[in-house]
């Protein structure tokens, strides 16, 4: 929570103090982040000393509300001259530095070298420019269609979220989403895929489009770092949305973090009438009892599964397993990256009523997906 994360910063602040002398320098950037200027120091070995003590202060428990709390420290060094004339060059090799620690291992410090710097500078520069194009709206939401696999009918849309690089053109989630995640951009960039995905939904069921069904992607920082039924309230009262029309997909490890968070914001989310999927199932490290611990409707049979049929006798043992488990349990279950005609086959064969691949369509800009695949009712 927000109170015993502000005591947190708190105690942590002031035992950077208790490491420094009193001319030294503190200043918190923002959200986790702190900047130490020491002044006249004689040799770079001297920040040392003062480093060292700075995490073993760092690294005792901090009491908050009657528990103990650990947190580590990852601490990047530059130092003047040599790593930089001007406060920005210094901070920039100091933040540089900082990554090299952190990669390293947590509760650690690094020099700023500048040898070191070339992939960590990609990085930065990566972070500085997702975070601009999040202001920029250089996203894009591409849409990929869910299928009956009887009917062949279109059931509903993945919202999928692409960034559009005046560049690089598009570069896919996996090359971006992984740091936003480390970063906490992830927040702000989901809230504007759930924003822009619904109004999506709103507009074309106006326009006499029938699809009424949405799924989104939710990353752990996203649940767990968020008041998500929150922001869900307002969109659905924004857009004027059914809220049984929008299903939120998980993954596993998100529920494996914080399970009594995760049992309270499910709750929520549930209570509101979200539909509640878990991705990529049968690739993380949940329990099967989750299925019946929380409010689960639907089971995503993760793709690595699917494109073992039909000659992957064990992947196919494990498709059928997963399909015959949720059918007894009453969830719903969808198979994603369907390819071929084979699979589809299969998939009605035990049982299987849903899918979403590339047999029918990669995801697709708004603009395509209303052309080539929606339908007026
Ligand atoms: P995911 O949620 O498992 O999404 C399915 C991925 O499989 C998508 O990749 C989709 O394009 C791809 N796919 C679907 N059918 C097929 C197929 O038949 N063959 C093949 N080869 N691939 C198929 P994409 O769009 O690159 O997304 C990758 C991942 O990025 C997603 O995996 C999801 O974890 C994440 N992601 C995408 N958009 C968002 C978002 O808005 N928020 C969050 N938190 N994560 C997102
Ligand atoms: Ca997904
Ligand atoms: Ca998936």
Known sequence: GHDAGDNLLTSITLRIQQSLRRTD???????????????????????????????????KPVQIHQRD?????????????????????????????????????????????????????????????????IEMEQLV????????????????????????????GIIPPDEFIPLAEETGLIVKLGEWVIKKSCQQLKHWQQAGYAINNLSIN????????????????????ETGLDAQHIEIELTESTLVQNQVNAREVLRQLHAMGLRIAMDDFGTGYASLSYLKDFPIH?????????????????????????IGLTS?????????????????????????????????????SALEFERDILKKS
């Open 141 to 168: 939401v591409y849409y990929q269609p869910k299928y009956d696999l009887k009917s062949r009918e279109v059931l509903g849309m993945e919202a999928l979220v692409r960034w559009d690089h005046p560049e690089k």
């Open 69 to 133: 709390v650990y947190v580590g420290a990852s601490i990047g060094i530059s130092v003047f001259p040599d790593d930089g004339e001007d406060f920005g060059n210094l901070l920039k090799h100091a933040d540089i530095a900082m990554y090299r620690a952190k990669e390293t291992g947590r509760n650690t410090f690094q020099f700023y070298a500048a040898e070191m710097s070339a992939a960590a500078i990609r990085r930065m520069e990566l972070e500085n420019s997702l975070r601009n194009a």
């Open 218 to 237: 939710v990353s752990p920082r996203q649940f767990h770092e968020q008041d998500l039924a929150g922001l869900f309230e307002k969109v659905m009262s």
């Open 25 to 59: 320098t503190i200043a918190r950037l923002g959200g986790d982040e702190f900047a130490i200027i020491l002044e006249n120091i004689h040799l770079p070995e001297d920040v040392v000393s003062v480093t060292k003590s700075l995490l073993e202060n760092l690294g």
């Open 328 to 364: 007894e349990m009453s969830l719903s279950v969808i198979a994603e990256g369907v390819e071929t005609e084979e699979q589809i086959e299969f998939l009605k064969d035990v049982g299987c009523h849903q899918g979403q691949g590339y047999y029918w369509s990669k995801p697709v």
């Open 298 to 322: 639907t089971v995503k049979v993760d793709k690595s599964f699917i494109w073992g049929i039909p000659t992957d006798k064990q992947n196919m043992a494990i498709v059928r397993a997963i």
